[in-house]
C-alpha cells in the first residue's frame, strides 16, 4: 500500500527462494515494511449456530504514520460435514489516497499442512484447472486442495464473492502450500511488466473483499464445491 510491504515480515523473510518439487520460488523485496496494528475489538459474540469478531486495525508505515485502517470481520460456522469461514475485510483511506500496488504476494492467504502440498495434494478451481500450471495466475471463482491428512480425505476451498473487485478472481497459488487469492498480480500472473493491476482508493473512501473458507470431507467433487460455492454466491 502506497510502496509499503504489508505482506512479508521484515526480520522473518527468507533472503533466498523456497525450494519446492524442483522449483525455486522467489519472494518480493526491496519495499519497506509496514506494521499492522490492533486498535479496537468492534464486536465478539458466540452461540449455537456460529461465533462472529471483527477487529480494527491500524495500517502502519515504517515512519510510524498510518496508511490507512482496515476491518476485518470473521463468522464461523459448520456441522458434521464441514466448517465455513466469512472473512470480510475492509480498507479505509484516511486523508490521502491509498494505491494498492501491483504485486503477486498477497492478498488473502492459506497455509496448508504438509500433507496438502506437492506430491500429494490436489488443486483443482472452478474452471476444471488442476494442478498449479493451471491455477497459477489464472481466474476462477474457487480453489480447493483436497488429499489424506493423517488418514482421512479432507480439502479447503477459498471462495472469491461475486461483488469483490475484478471477481473472478485471480489466484497465487503454490504446490509447496501457499493458497492465496490476489486480485492486483496482474503483471507477473500475465508476465507483462507493462501490465498494472492496482487498485486506488479516493481519501475517505473504503474498499472491501469478501472470502469464504469451506473444509470438507473427501475432494472437491465428492464435497460438492461447486455447489457450496453456488450457495455463498447467492449470499446463503
Not at 499492522?36 to 464486536?43: D, H, I
Not at 491500524?58 to 470481520?73: H, M, N, R, S, Y
Not at 480439502?155 to 485471480?170: L, Q
Not at 487469492?181 to 479516493?202: A, L, M, W
Amino acid at each position: 500500500m502506497n510502496g509499503v510491504d504489508f505482506w512479508s515480515e521484515a526480520e522473518l523473510e527468507e533472503k533466498a527462494p523456497v525450494q519446492a518439487g524442483g522449483k525455486q520460488y522467489f519472494a518480493a523485496g526491496g519495499l519497506p515494511n509496514g506494521r499492522t496494528v490492533f486498535s479496537k475489538l468492534e464486536e465478539m459474540k458466540s452461540g449455537p449456530e456460529s461465533g462472529a469478531v471483527r477487529v480494527l486495525f491500524d495500517l502502519v508505515g515504517p515512519e510510524g504514520k498510518t496508511i490507512a485502517q482496515e476491518i476485518q470481520a470473521y463468522v464461523f460456522r459448520g456441522d458434521a460435514l464441514a466448517r465455513i469461514i466469512d472473512c470480510e475485510f475492509t480498507i479505509k483511506a484516511l486523508s490521502t489516497p491509498v494505491k494498492m500496488g501491483d504485486t503477486k504476494e498477497g492478498t488473502f492467504a492459506i497455509r496448508v499442512v504438509k500433507a496438502l502440498e506437492k506430491p500429494a495434494v490436489r488443486m483443482l478451481n472452478s474452471e476444471g484447472g488442476v494442478g498449479e500450471s493451471e491455477i497459477w495466475g489464472k481466474r476462477a471463482n474457487w480453489v480447493d486442495y483436497s488429499g489424506t491428512v493423517e488418514g482421512r480425505k479432507l480439502g479447503i476451498a477459498i471462495f472469491d464473492h461475486p461483488s469483490n473487485p475484478k471477481h473472478p478472481t485471480y489466484w497465487h497459488a503454490r504446490e509447496y502450500g501457499l493458497f492465496a487469492v490476489n486480485p492486483f498480480g496482474e503483471h507477473d500472473f500475465y508476465n507483462d511488466p507493462k501490465r498494472d493491476g492496482s487498485i486506488t482508493i479516493p481519501a475517505g473512501g473504503s474498499l472491501t473483499f469478501r472470502y469464504r473458507v469451506f473444509i470438507h470431507n473427501d475432494a472437491a467433487v465428492e464435497a460438492k464445491v461447486a455447489e457450496a460455492y453456488a450457495r455463498y454466491a447467492a449470499n446463503q
